[in-house]
């Protein structure tokens, strides 16, 4: 099974995304959240450094700036985990990019707590976030295959039947229609035609 790296295509298209979404609350004060009854929590590790401090960090790309991915992973699952109707906060969202969404965050509130700008990205990524675990299917073609979510695939073909490839049935499905319209838009976009919705592909999709 072929695993699809980080690419760099697929980054610049998303943080287009995510730096949009950022934009509405750049500004941000420091909100309120689930703790005891005056709103007070205490948080472990790498949370309670400044945003001044992940930026420094960041820029560096020192040890400290692995160990606070490492927690902004951890705090994602917690959040997952105990929030209402969510399967996944940030679906398609690679750490390398949730990354770069703090750090937007974080400069704009460099003396705020890593926390908090963890609390306002979870915020902002609520409305696209994942209700229930998708229905993953593995896809392959050319001696080559991956998991992708049936959603996933379903705004794929969308995306190809709007440029005019012919995909069949939009059901998230994946068939030779669908494999055929990949390829065909793969060689259009000079990309490796391997008929799978790789990262690459994905990433050239993006309106």
Known sequence: ???FG????MGDSLMRALAILMTAFLLWSVPGFAADRNGAFFSRGL????CQNYLDDKTGNTERYLYYRSWL???LTAYNQLTAETYDIAPDITI???????????AANRDRPFWAAAIALTRGLQPQRQLVKP?????SAG???M???RELLRRVQGALKQRGYGVGVVDGLYGSNTRQALEAFQRDQNLPVTGLPDQDTMARLQP
């Open 135 to 139: 229905e993953l299917q593995t896809v």
């Open 47 to 50: 949370g309670v450094a400044t």
């Open 1 to 3: 099974m072929v695993v």
């Open 96 to 106: 390398d990019q949730l990354a770069e969404g703090m750090a937007q965050i974080c």
């Open 73 to 75: 992973n951890g705090y």
């Open 143 to 145: 001696g080559r295959s």
């Open 6 to 9: 980080f690419s760099q295509a």
């Open 147 to 149: 998991t992708i979510a």
